[in-house]
């Protein structure tokens, strides 16, 4: 047996022979290292090393500033401000509506037609309804990412429907610094206390807001407690264990604002350049030209130029014109990339923010809205249904039964399904078509496709018969009924064949009423 013999039987003996541990050469050390390449600090990451914070406390620390900064951009700057309201249009619209489920017909009616009478009275501050305060609590979650709600009892002499409203909070009525321990043990970290379990118990609210010059009223205690069950806390959890919210639009805020810097710096570049028409040489200063005023302090005179002006230089005389720089050929794929990336960090189309549908069409508007109302469903039924209109509408119920408004158990009354606003296509014809064929396919009913519209189909329903009965009682009669059958593959009504009864003497003269059952 050789030397090299020997070595190749002690290799293939295995570790346990030679008293060593080998690893697999994929799962040792250089291959960890060699797939976690965002670990590496090397040359090319050496300057990359963040700190390890978590979200509440970046947000205990940089809350206050991003705040306002967020403010401003969307006071001053025009594509936040758009963008604001139709992340505020999309996610609530015209509002987002309760249909109650109560099986028995007469209770629900009354239920439905309470609510609707008082969401007219539900803000404290009587400027808009139930669902106008819906708008600005999304508007707030764009700005702010949270808004507060604070549920107010009222008395029964203020003349309410149902002695309950609804007051809207800023973020900044709840202090970012007020972090501190209680008497009783409780914590307070970031303006909510927390007892022993991590449950929320309480809001410690600004009595003024702290940007607000115009309210000068002493406040002693500066802060109020509130308990935690008379405010619900509006926001979009990003990581576990967030306890406030951040601005929707906090990924896309430094490029507004050094675009908006970029725009501005253009456009004043361009109306300096505009404002020098040409500059004039002469070998002899002391000779005025026709049209030009007296000279300043510095020595410098401008003369002005006027539509069909002639005028005739001296010799050494010379007229030179300004061309300033323009902007370049580069600037509109610049602008268009960098509103591209500001739409991808906000979540919207780029058409929303920007209002530019030039290089758009249908197939890639409708692929671009399917994504986006995607996410706004996620937000509406994971934050405004789940954190707000539910809990409002179990307090409703509690404070109407309880004031005599409605005779009812609050826990049979309380079955709801929310239903958000109908979605309008770029096309609604092929829409309502493919929804006919799923209905008449079996693969959605006919409650979801009204509902999808925004609608409560018992609504609907009521209105159709009323319509239905009005005009049977008026001798009206339309291509469609109400009471018919509706959409594109409806079939045409086949009239019984009058040879049945005897012999051939079939009538061709038409009734009038005959045409109208048509294909439709």
């Known amino acids: 047996m050789g030397l090299f013999d020997r070595f190749r039987r002690r290799g293939s003996a295995g570790p346990a022979s030679s008293g060593l541990t080998r690893l ?265 030209m026709m049209g030009e005023a007296e000279a300043d302090l510095d020595g410098a005179a401008i003369a002005s130029l006027e539509p069909g002006t002639m005028q005739v230089l001296l010799p050494g005389e010379d007229v030179k014109f300004s061309s300033p720089a323009d902007v370049g050929g580069g600037y509109e794929a610049f602008q268009y990339r960098t509103l591209l990336a500001v739409s991808a960090s906000l979540g919207l189309p780029y058409h929303l923010v920007t209002g530019d549908v030039r290089q758009a069409n249908y197939s890639s508007l409708r692929a671009e809205l399917v994504e986006f109302r995607r996410r706004i469903g996620q937000l509406q039924h994971g934050v405004i249904v789940h954190q707000l209109c539910r809990a409002v509408w179990r307090r409703w119920l509690e404070t109407a039964v309880l004031s005599g408004a409605l005779d009812a158990d609050p826990a049979e009354v309380r079955p709801v399904q929310w239903i958000p606003p109908r979605w309008d296509w770029v096309d609604p014809l092929k829409d309502i078509q493919a929804q006919v064929l799923a209905m008449e396919a079996g693969i959605t009913s006919r409650r979801k496709v009204v509902e999808a519209t925004g609608y409560d189909i018992e609504e609907v329903d009521r209105e159709n018969a009323a319509d239905a009965a009005r005009a049977t009682g008026l001798g009206l009669r339309y291509r469609t009924s109400p009471g018919e059958t509706q959409g594109a593959r409806a079939t045409p009504a086949t009239r019984p064949d009058s040879g049945a009864g005897g012999g051939n003497d079939t009538d061709d003269r038409a009734d009038p009423t005959d045409a109208i059952t048509e294909q439709e």
Not at 113 to 139: H, I, K, N, P, S
Not at 227 to 255: C, N, T
Request: glycine share 8%; net charge neutral.
């Open 24 to 288: 697999p050469r994929s799962h040792g050390p250089s291959g960890l290292r060699a797939r976690l390449e965002g670990a590496m600090a090397k040359r090319r990451l050496r300057g990359w090393n963040p700190p390890l914070e978590n979200i509440n406390a970046l947000v205990a620390s940089g809350g206050p500033r991003l705040l306002a900064r967020s403010r401003e951009l969307v006071v001053t700057n025009g594509y936040a401000a758009n963008a604001c309201e139709a992340f505020a249009a999309n996610l609530v619209g015209d509002g987002i509506k309760p249909s109650s489920l109560i099986g028995d017909e007469d209770l629900r009616d009354r239920v439905q037609r309470l609510w609707l009478a008082w969401t007219d009275e539900a803000d404290a501050d009587g400027l808009t309804d139930f669902y106008g305060l819906q708008a600005m609590v999304a508007r707030e979650m764009f700005v702010a990412g949270e808004c507060f709600v604070r549920l107010r009892p009222r008395r029964a002499e203020d003349g309410l429907l149902v002695p309950l409203q609804l007051q809207l909070l800023q973020s900044e009525m709840l202090s970012f610094e007020k972090t501190e321990t209680v008497a009783n043990g409780n914590r307070i970290r970031c303006g909510i206390e927390f007892d022993a379990t991590g449950k929320r118990v309480a809001y410690h609210f600004r009595r003024r807001h702290p940007g607000d010059s115009t309210d000068q009223g002493s406040a002693i205690p500066e802060t109020v407690r509130v308990p935690a069950g008379d405010v619900l806390h509006i926001y979009r959890p990003i990581d576990a264990g967030q306890i406030r919210g951040l601005p929707h639009i906090a990924p896309a805020m430094v490029r507004l604002f050094l675009l908006d810097q970029y725009d501005d710096a253009e456009l004043d570049r361009k109306k300096t350049a505009a404002m020098f028409a040409g500059f004039i040489t002469k070998t002899a200063p002391e000779e005025p």
